[in-house]
């Protein structure tokens, strides 16, 4: 595999342009790489709710859960199916095999399946309903307190707030919760319904049938098309009270505001209330696509808020209830400091013990070989989070060996006295394969993990993408740039010539390279231990035996880091039983 070191000997021009877009698009890429706090996990989980109001659980379980379940079992995609049946809902979870990996087309069989179950369910059934984004995180939570304003006008500013936010990249959907929805109450007296001869039932299905929004077709006219739009849907409150009733009997007419009393209102009781720091409040939750860099969304978000907040008439405040931004970006800042730390002790080491122009040599490639890892890992989808950014760290202690190996064979070359540019590409020669060899069997090491199934090979999976990554990249990159930066820089004085005085050429001995204080004792010891090599045998195999044993007595737990968001999630779980109220004021923790 010499032609790599020949190819960049030959083309020095090419190599330099190679070299410069490394760092440069490495470097682009590093300021804007997508930015998470822990690796993505995909939620192989389906959720289908369908709704009769009044029904008792028994029945849902018998009318509707049943069917449902009955045809999510015939999906042969679907591994664990279960069901909570209540009052007026039913509840299903499905959860797909982890060996599936279109879930867009699974949860469209879902749907379709859902389509088709539809008519065989009981008249009035409001539904079945699929959610497949059920496991979606938001990475901002904000909420929406005012004073001096209802909950109706917070809603419609809320929905404002959405329509403008979505004006952001990057954003994937947009949830309101604690949203107080209005209704239109009746209220009636059975006594007075009954002297006019006019049941409940009778004012509920006219006020249905007056309430429909149908195409009123069109007219041809004169070559001109005229739109019908026909009238009596409901717009207000008056509208309501204005609709006629025909008493039995007596064949007359009475509007339904003189039988009973018609009122907007709240929805009581009100559903998903939320609080904040005590006040009623409406909370936007904003979701992201995947490979959005997170901190530099929640930056946008940050600015685009403040417009938004200052758009809004006085009494408004929008405040983050949660923000992971600075989650991630403190998360991330503590690994790459690491990363810092590493690489600087690596480039002192190595010019402590390789001489300065060697050591600025090899320091040079440790952060090519990270800025070209970057570039690939972006091709392949990885973003910086906590295992990644771990695994950078475990890669570099390996990576840095074939520059150092690459660089200390040309220097030896070169004290030799060998030909500056034979040197480069004899050493790419005979150390191509080897260094290959060895970072390959790191590689192998690591594929178990990349193999794993499930959320934890989902999870673990940057883990040895990254050091399988870099380790590549470090191997072309010292057969590649190495030998070319020694080429161009390193300056070693030949120990020959020092040897040839007045002319005469001599041959230095190979021998003399090794005999050296530090090589003369490390020989010593070296056949020391081939003196005894059985014994050294056995000791090394208790070694292995005795690892072993101690690694399973190990306490085994997550590899996975703990999290530092200072939060927490509270169930509460209330009895069937009639006369209970939730207590609506704040605790706080």
Not at 140 to 146: D, G, K, N, P, Q
Not at 214 to 219: A, D, Q, S, T, W
Not at 283 to 297: C, K, L
Not at 342 to 370: C, D, E, K, N, Y
Request: proline letters at 5%; one cysteine or more; hydrophobic letters at 45%.
């Amino acid at each position: 595999m010499s032609f790599i070191t020949k190819f960049s000997l030959d083309t020095n021009r090419l190599t330099m342009v190679f070299i410069a877009s490394v760092i440069i698009i490495g470097l682009i890429q590093f300021f804007d790489f997508p930015r998470q706090e822990d690796p993505p996990i995909v939620i192989r989980e389906v959720v289908v709710t369908a709704f009769f109001p009044g029904m008792e659980p028994a029945d849902m379980e018998e009318l509707v859960t049943r069917r449902l379940e009955a045809e999510l079992r015939s999906l042969p995609e679907l591994d664990d199916i279960w069901s909570d049946s209540k009052q007026g809902v039913t509840i299903i979870h499905a959860e797909t095999r982890d060996e599936f990996d279109d879930l867009d087309l699974i949860w469209q069989k879902v749907r379709n399946r859902m389509i088709d179950v539809r008519p065989q369910l009981p008249a009035g059934t409001i539904g079945p309903f699929v959610n497949d984004e059920f496991g979606l995180t938001a990475v901002a939570t904000i909420a929406l307190t005012s004073e001096g304003f209802s909950m109706a006008d917070m809603r419609l500013v809320a929905r404002d707030l959405r329509d403008r936010l979505y004006e952001l990249p990057g954003i994937r959907k947009i949830d309101l919760y604690g949203v107080h929805e209005e209704q239109v109450f009746l209220k009636f007296s059975a006594t007075r319904l009954a002297q006019f001869g006019i049941t409940a039932g009778e004012i509920v299905n006219t006020l249905v049938e007056q309430n429909i929004v149908l195409p009123g077709g069109r007219v041809d006219a004169a070559q001109q098309n005229v739109i019908v739009s026909p009238t009596g849907n409901f717009r207000s409150v008056g509208d309501i009270e204005n609709v006629e009733f025909t008493i039995p009997a007596t064949q007359q007419t009475i509007r339904l505001r003189d039988i009973l009393t018609v009122e907007r209102d709240y929805a009581d009781p009100p559903r998903n209330r939320v609080y904040f720091n005590g006040e009623r409040a409406i909370v936007i939750s904003i979701s992201i696509t995947p490979g959005v860099n997170s901190v530099g969304f929640g930056d946008a978000l940050t600015s685009k808020l403040g417009v938004l907040e200052s758009q809004l008439p006085i009494g408004y405040v929008l405040e983050y209830a949660t923000f992971q931004p600075d989650l991630v970006e403190a998360a991330v800042n503590g690994g790459l400091n690491n990363v810092y730390q590493t690489i600087a002790i690596v480039l002192v080491v190595v010019m402590i013990f390789l001489g300065v122009r060697t050591g600025l040599i090899v320091g040079s490639f440790v952060p090519l070989t990270m800025l070209m890892g970057m570039i690939v890992m972006r091709m392949v989808g990885i973003e910086f989070e906590r295992v990644s950014i771990a695994s950078s760290i475990i890669a570099l202690g390996m990576l840095v060996d074939n520059g150092i190996v690459i660089a200390e064979d040309i220097r030896s070359r070169l004290e030799r006295g060998e030909d500056r540019r034979k040197a480069c590409i004899e050493t790419g020669r005979t150390l191509a394969v080897p260094l290959l060899t060895s970072s390959l069997t790191t590689i192998l090491a690591f594929m178990p993990m990349l193999l794993m199934d499930g959320q934890t090979g989902e999870y673990a999976f940057s883990l040895p993408m990254v050091v399988i990554l870099l380790l590549l990249s470090s191997w072309f990159l010292s057969m590649y740039v190495t030998p070319a930066m020694c080429f161009w820089f390193m300056k070693v004085k030949p120990v020959a010539q020092a040897e040839n005085t007045a002319g005469a050429e001599s041959q230095q001995n190979p021998q003399e390279a090794y005999s050296g204080g530090f090589y003369c004792v490390y020989r010593g010891v070296l056949e020391r231990l081939l003196s005894m090599r059985f014994i050294v045998s056995a000791g090394a195999v208790a070694a292995i035996v005795l690892g072993g044993f101690i690694a399973s007595q190990l306490v085994r737990e997550f590899f996975g880091p703990s999290t530092d968001a200072t939060s927490f999630w509270c169930t509460w779980i209330c009895q069937p039983v009639t006369g209970w109220t939730v207590p609506t004021r704040p605790y706080n923790a």
